[in-house]
C-alpha cells in the first residue's frame, strides 16, 4: 500500500474545495475519509454555516453524477426511489428513475421530511439497492449521501430516527467561521461563479484504488483493545439508554485505518481512535435528558477522555 496515494488524494481535495470554503480543512478531510470508507455524511449545524456549498464544491471535486434533493413534508418516498408509470405508446408499465439513481445526492434539510419518506432511504444507504413493486434495482458505485439538517430548529421537522442515524458514516458539526475566515468568505461572495468554475480533480478509478487498499493498515493488539474499551464505556452508565452498536465498531476501525494512511503510517495509532470517534460516534448513543448535539458531543469526548491511552513502543 501506498500512502503517498492517500496523502495526495487528500491534499487534492482539500486545494480544490477550499477554492470555495474558507477555514474548513478539518470538515473537508473528515468528508474524505467517509467517503474512501464508503459512507454517507450527515452535516449538521444552524443555517447559513455553508453545508449545502461544502456538499456542492465536494460533489464537484471528485465528479460522477450529482442530484440535489430538497427534502420538505410533502416529499412522497416514490419521489425519491422512482415509480412504476402506464406508458400509452408501448401499452405497457415502465420504471421511472428517481433522483437516488446517482453517484452523489445532496438531501439538504433532511429531517423536513416525515418518516415515511425518510425510511426510503434506509436500504438505499446501508444496501446501495432500491426495490419498487417487488424488483430490485443496483444504485451506482459510488453512491453516497451528504445530507444536511437545522439541529435547534423544532417546527415543520421531523427528528431522524436512530437506524437512520446509525447509517450515516460521521454526524459533522461545521461550527462559526473566524472573524478574519468571515471577512474572507464576504471577499470571495463577491465572486459568485466560484463553485461554477470548480474542477473535477479526481477519478472514479483514483477512489476505486483507495477502497480497495486502506484494509492494509493494521493495528496492534493494544490499540484494539483500546478502542474497544471506548465502545464498551458507550454502553456503560446510568445515562446510557442506547450504546454504539457493532456497525458503529466497524465503522470507526475503517476510518481510523483511512486517518492514518492519510498520514503516512501503515498502521493506527490511539491518537487516531480519538480523533475519529468524536465524529463516527457521536450519533450513535443516547443519553438520558436532551441530546442536543453538544451535549452529545461533549458526552463522546469524556467518555474518551475517561479511558486510559495505553503507551506503546512504535
Known amino acids: 500500500m501506498e500512502t503517498k496515494n492517500f496523502i495526495n488524494f ?4 482539500i486545494d ?8 474548513k480543512d478539518e470538515v473537508i478531510e473528515l468528508v ?6 464508503g459512507g454517507h455524511v450527515l452535516l449538521e449545524d444552524v443555517p447559513g454555516i455553508g453545508k449545502t456549498v ?44 428517481g433522483p437516488l439513481f446517482t453517484s452523489v445526492v445532496l438531501a439538504d434539510e433532511i429531517n423536513r421530511a416525515t418518516p415515511r419518506t425518510q425510511s426510503s432511504l434506509l436500504e438505499a ?44 458514516f460521521m454526524r459533522i458539526g461545521m461550527g462559526y467561521p473566524t472573524r478574519e475566515e468571515e471577512l474572507e468568505i464576504i471577499n470571495r461572495n463577491m465572486n459568485t461563479s466560484l463553485i461554477d468554475s470548480l474542477q473535477c480533480v479526481v477519478d472514479k478509478e483514483e477512489l476505486s484504488a483507495l477502497k480497495n487498499s486502506y484494509s492494509e493498515v493494521k493495528a496492534s493488539p493494544e490499540v484494539m ?13 446510568d445515562r446510557v439508554l442506547l450504546g454504539v ?47 442536543k448535539s453538544k451535549s452529545i458531543y461533549e458526552n463522546i469526548n469524556s467518555i474518551i477522555n475517561s479511558v486510559d491511552t495505553p503507551v506503546e513502543d512504535l
Open 32 to 37: 474524505t475519509i467517509s467517503v474512501i470508507c
Open 54 to 97: 461544502l456538499v456542492k464544491a465536494f460533489s464537484k471535486t471528485i465528479g460522477g453524477d450529482f442530484k440535489r434533493i430538497q427534502f420538505t413534508p410533502d416529499l412522497l418516498p416514490s419521489d425519491l426511489t422512482g415509480i412504476n408509470f402506464y406508458n400509452q405508446k408501448t401499452g405497457d408499465f415502465q420504471f421511472k428513475e
Open 125 to 168: 444507504m446501508e444496501e446501495r439497492q432500491i426495490t419498487v413493486d417487488g424488483v430490485t434495482r443496483k444504485l451506482p458505485e459510488p453512491f453516497i449521501v451528504l445530507a444536511t439538517q437545522n439541529p435547534v430548529e423544532s417546527y415543520g421537522t421531523f427528528p431522524l430516527p436512530e437506524a437512520q442515524l446509525d447509517r450515516f
Open 225 to 237: 483493545a483500546y478502542m474497544m474499551d471506548i465502545i464498551e464505556a458507550t454502553r456503560k452508565g
Open 16 to 23: 480544490n474545495v477550499s477554492k470555495v470554503i474558507v477555514g
Open 245 to 291: 452498536s457493532p456497525r458503529g465498531t466497524i465503522a470507526l476501525f475503517k476510518a481510523c485505518q483511512v486517518n492514518a494512511a492519510m498520514n503516512g503510517r501503515d498502521f493506527i495509532i490511539p491518537e487516531d481512535i480519538k480523533k475519529m470517534a468524536t465524529y463516527v460516534l457521536n450519533h450513535r448513543i443516547i443519553t438520558k435528558g436532551v441530546n
Open 10 to 13: 487528500r491534499k487534492k481535495i
